[in-house]
């Protein structure tokens, strides 16, 4: 099993920035893939940012040229950097993992990201 441990989020105002971290333990498998998802309050779970043990990352159009994810692998975190947000960027983010090798898939408990105009 994994475990994921979500920090940062809160609150910011519109044109600020904030940072998000999880850290990830357990059975990590050498080949997978860590990535952040958000789901505002009456919408499905989307994808943000996701990127693999290789180093390929993969935006949302909405995250295109404002967020910016990395991972440390030698700490298995993984991180998301937000800029120049906007009040539609609010909901609450989940880290995800994926295992490649058999499709494990495991999430972070979320931390809500609040954007006021």
């Known amino acids: 099993q994994v475990q994921l441990v979500e920090s940062g989020g809160g609150l910011v105002q519109a044109g600020g920035s904030l940072s998000l971290s999880c850290a990830v333990s357990?059975?990590?498998?050498?080949?997978?893939?860590m990535g952040w998802y958000r789901q505002a309050a009456g919408k499905r779970r989307e994808l943000v940012a996701t990127?693999?043990?290789?180093?390929?990352?993969r935006y949302a159009d909405s995250a295109k040229g404002r967020f910016t994810i990395s991972r440390d692998n030698a700490k298995n975190t993984v991180y998301l950097q937000m800029n120049s947000l906007k009040p539609e960027d609010t909901a609450v983010y989940y880290c995800?993992?994926?295992?490649?090798?058999?499709?494990?898939?495991?999430w972070g408990q979320g931390t809500q990201v609040t954007v006021s105009s």
């Open positions: 995800n993992y994926l295992h490649y090798t058999n499709g494990y898939n495991a």
């Open positions: 357990g059975s990590i498998g050498s080949i997978n893939a």
């Open positions: 990127i693999t043990s290789g180093g390929i990352t």
